[in-house]
């Protein structure tokens, strides 16, 4: 039997093995990787690769220039040198995208994530996401994604009456922080069709809200990158050292746990009393009956019926996770997007005249799904402002095996060899550029950066 001292000896050892094997691959990584033939820029650190080069410029930039300088499929290097490769072939991408089990996401990424909010359904893989989507699906079908248009309209009337009085107050030309009024919203509108908790972020009140502030708390960047935090990404080991950014954090998570276990338990229970007191309920409630004007209520309706295994129901910890991750979802992605559409609009005056007319030929200020599916323009319109100003410019993929990637085009390397075919190592990641594939003057012609494309989006009727 060891003793506490060969014990902690043989932990050292074992660890100190770890480490020098960890920095030999990670220093040989560069001279080994079958990237190492693409075209791509210098690495200008050891330490960051040219990640600094990247932080200087607004996102997708510094690629696209290297693209220009060197070619559609090029790598670059992260930080410890790490290999990536960026690609705008879109058959190399479709391989990508449709061979899950080879090109996964990020487990930096995903332990990071799941350790603040969870194993939401955003951030699992393999078998847990398929049994998290098959509980799901009937929670997002046509018919109840219809009944949450009316908090959508409800919130949007309410920031357009919170801006009306602003601009009112002031009787002179005023200068309105739109991205701030739509967060607001859109946190309001996520909180009741996500779980109907009201935020009430745009309450003239100004009330503190505490889940609102704890997420603000959770997923505020901090106000200087440490050292600390990259190796916390980078290597989970590093988790026991505490700082003030992951006590925030911790404190933060046990306000979410506790008001969205709060909220589970409500709901379950408003749903068996709807059970109980249904006289035609006949045995119980199945997935065609789900029902219901929130997304955690339909979800849970669901995960009850009784038509679903019981291996394929989610546990109350995967409900959980689902909280953090509606907010996730719906918060500044559409707030960014709705954003960048006023200002695309701006810069369109042709294209916000035609949108205007279209909007008010409609006869209500309270339009249903089916008035709003009626506007081929405003479609329209909405599609070429996710196209140029997409919300989110990149995704992360990391190669679990070494594969092949085959290409739409054939390509010079960086040894003058032309190439049909990408060849990645196990281990190395891959950016998918979707704002830069949306800007590509190859997929789009010389005008790719223009907002023009909407008359081409809207539909002939016949």
């Not at 019981?310 to 953090?324: K, N, T």
């Not at 998918?432 to 009727?461: C, M, Y």
Request: glycine content about 6%; hydrophobic content about 40%.
């Amino acid at each position: 039997m060891l003793t506490v001292g060969q014990t902690f000896l043989a932990l050292f050892l074992a660890s100190a093995g770890w480490a020098v094997w960890k920095l030999w691959s990670i220093l040989t990584r560069p001279y080994t990787t079958a990237l190492r033939n693409l075209p791509g820029p210098p690495s200008s650190s050891w330490i960051f690769g040219n990640m600094k080069t990247l932080q200087e410029e607004e996102e997708s930039i510094t690629q696209e220039r290297w693209a220009a300088e060197y070619g559609p499929n090029i790598t670059y290097r992260g930080f410890l040198n790490r290999d990536w490769l960026w690609t705008l072939d879109t058959r190399a991408l479709n391989h990508i995208f449709t061979h899950t089990a080879e090109f996964q996401k990020p487990e930096e990424t995903l332990r990071s994530v799941v350790k603040i909010v969870g194993e939401g359904v955003f951030f699992t893989q393999g078998e847990l996401h398929r049994k998290q989507r098959r509980v799901m699906n009937p929670a997002f079908g046509p018919s109840q994604i219809r009944e949450l248009t009316s908090i959508f309209v409800e919130k949007s009337i309410e920031l357009r009456d919170v801006w009306e009085k602003q601009i009112g107050a002031q009787n002179v030309s005023t200068r309105i922080d739109v991205l701030k009024g739509l967060s607001m919203m859109t946190l309001d509108v996520i909180g009741l069709a996500g779980f109907n908790y009201r935020f009430d972020s745009l309450s003239s009140t100004g009330a503190p809200n505490e889940l609102s502030e704890a997420f603000q708390a959770i997923f505020s960047p901090p106000a200087k990158l440490s050292m600390l935090m990259i190796l916390k990404h980078l290597f989970p080991i590093f988790d026991i050292i505490p700082d003030e950014q992951s006590r925030r954090v911790d404190r933060a998570k046990e306000v979410m746990r506790r008001i969205g276990s709060q909220l589970i338990q409500e709901k379950k229970a408003q749903i068996q009393h709807e059970l109980a007191a249904n006289k035609n309920g006949g045995g119980g409630l199945e997935r065609k009956d789900v029902q219901g004007r929130d997304l955690l209520t339909l979800l849970l309706k669901a995960n009850m019926a009784t038509d679903i295994p019981d291996s394929q129901r989610l546990s109350d910890e995967d409900v959980l996770a689902q909280v953090p991750t509606f907010i996730v979802a719906g918060h500044e992605t559409t707030s960014t997007a709705t954003t960048w559409c006023l200002f695309a609009l701006t810069q369109a005056p042709d294209v916000q005249a035609k949108l205007r007319a279209e909007l008010l030929a409609v006869d209500t200020d309270t339009p249903t799904m089916d008035e709003l599916n009626d506007l081929p323009y405003l479609d329209a319109v909405v599609r070429e402002t996710l196209r140029i100003h997409s919300p989110v410019a990149t995704t992360v993929r990391v190669a679990a095996r070494d594969e092949v990637i085959p290409v739409d085009k054939p390509f010079v390397d960086r040894f003058g060899q032309v190439q049909d075919s990408i060849r990645i190592s196990k281990g190395s990641s891959i950016t998918i550029p979707i704002l830069s594939l949306n800007r590509s003057k190859q997929l789009w012609g010389e005008d790719a950066l223009e907002f023009k494309w909407v008359t081409h989006l809207v539909p002939v009727r016949l």
